[in-house]
C-alpha cells in the first residue's frame, strides 16, 4: 500500500515557477515508477511527467517539455515537478500517481497507475 501527498501548489504569476511535491508513504514506493498528471475545470485528466522507479528515465508531455522538471529522491519516497515558465494554460489540479509502468504509452495512462494522491491546485494569471 502506498499512500501520495502533493504539496506545493498555489498562485503565480505567468512566467514565475512552482516546485510541486508528492511524498509517499510505504516501503514499497522506491520501485514503482511515478507520473504527474493534470485536471483543468472541464477538460480530461492529462498527463504531464513521468519518472522511472531509479529516475534515469523520464517522459514529458509536449505541452511542458523544456519547462517542467521531474525527479526523485527515493531516501526521502518523494517526487517533485519544477515548473518554470508558467503560463495561464498550466492552471489545473495536478496530481501524482505511482505504478507500475514501463512503456511511455503506459506512463501516459492513468488507468495504468495504482496510487493516486488528493491533487493540488495550480492557478496562474496572466
Known amino acids: 500500500q502506498v499512500q501520495l501527498v502533493e504539496s506545493g501548489g498555489g498562485l503565480v504569476q505567468a512566467g514565475g515557477s512552482l516546485r510541486l511535491s508528492c511524498a509517499g508513504s510505504g516501503r514499497i514506493f522506491s520501485v514503482y515508477a511515478m507520473g504527474w498528471f493534470r485536471q483543468a475545470p472541464g477538460k480530461e485528466r492529462e498527463f504531464v511527467a513521468g519518472i522511472s522507479s531509479s529516475g534515469g528515465t523520464t517522459y514529458y508531455a509536449d505541452s511542458v517539455k523544456g519547462r517542467f522538471t521531474i525527479s526523485r529522491a527515493n531516501a526521502k519516497n518523494t517526487v517533485y515537478l519544477q515548473m518554470n515558465s508558467l503560463k495561464p494554460e498550466d492552471t489545473a489540479v495536478y496530481s501524482c500517481?505511482?505504478?507500475?509502468?514501463?512503456?511511455?504509452?503506459?506512463?501516459?495512462?492513468?488507468?495504468?497507475?495504482?496510487?493516486w494522491g488528493q491533487g493540488t491546485q495550480v492557478t496562474v494569471s496572466s
Open positions: 500517481a505511482a505504478g507500475p509502468i514501463f512503456t511511455y504509452r503506459d506512463y501516459q495512462n492513468a488507468d495504468k497507475y495504482r496510487y
